[in-house]
């Protein structure tokens, strides 16, 4: 279920968790500890708790949501609202935590680098 004021950091968890999950179908120990490590980036006064509040939180958003197609369009979506929102540094912020989450299991996915190539041309970094 979507919170209800959804947070910057709740949007950018819901990027990284569809992108995580979606790409190659699971959640690794690792893409999480990455996912929270790179939120931490983007909020450095926020407490450990802070950052898994919002990952549960996202999660279950992300859960909520019923095909991979549906979550793969809300990302876009937001992808188009970063491109308008951001500056070039932090949309290139973006995209440098995908390649690390991609590369965090140990393996890149074709379905990983098509995605990584189509967030790159919404975000307007191509």
């Given at each position: 279920?979507?919170p209800?004021?959804p947070?910057?950091?709740h949007?950018?968890?819901?990027?990284?968790?569809?992108?995580s999950?979606?790409?190659d179908?699971?959640?690794?120990h690792?893409?999480?500890?990455?996912?929270?490590?790179?939120l931490?980036?983007w909020?450095?006064?926020a407490?450990n708790?802070?950052i898994?509040?919002?990952l549960?939180?996202?999660a279950?958003?992300?859960?909520?949501?019923?095909s991979?197609?549906e979550?793969?369009a809300?990302?876009?979506?937001y992808?188009?609202?970063?491109?308008?929102?951001?500056?070039?540094?932090?949309?290139s912020a973006?995209?440098?935590?995908l390649?690390?989450l991609a590369r965090a299991?140990?393996k890149i996915?074709?379905?990983?680098e098509?995605?990584?190539?189509?967030?790159t041309?919404?975000l307007?970094l191509?």
């Amino acid at each position: 279920m979507k919170p209800q004021n959804p947070s910057a950091l709740h949007i950018l968890a819901f990027v990284y968790l569809t992108f995580s999950h979606v790409t190659d179908g699971e959640l690794s120990h690792e893409e999480i500890d990455t996912i929270a490590r790179v939120l931490h980036g983007w909020l450095p006064d926020a407490t450990n708790e802070q950052i898994s509040h919002v990952l549960v939180e996202t999660a279950a958003w992300v859960n909520g949501i019923g095909s991979d197609e549906e979550r793969l369009a809300q990302v876009e979506t937001y992808a188009h609202l970063m491109k308008e929102q951001m500056s070039e540094k932090q949309r290139s912020a973006v995209l440098v935590n995908l390649i690390e989450l991609a590369r965090a299991d140990g393996k890149i996915t074709v379905t990983e680098e098509q995605l990584i190539a189509r967030l790159t041309a919404i975000l307007g970094l191509a």
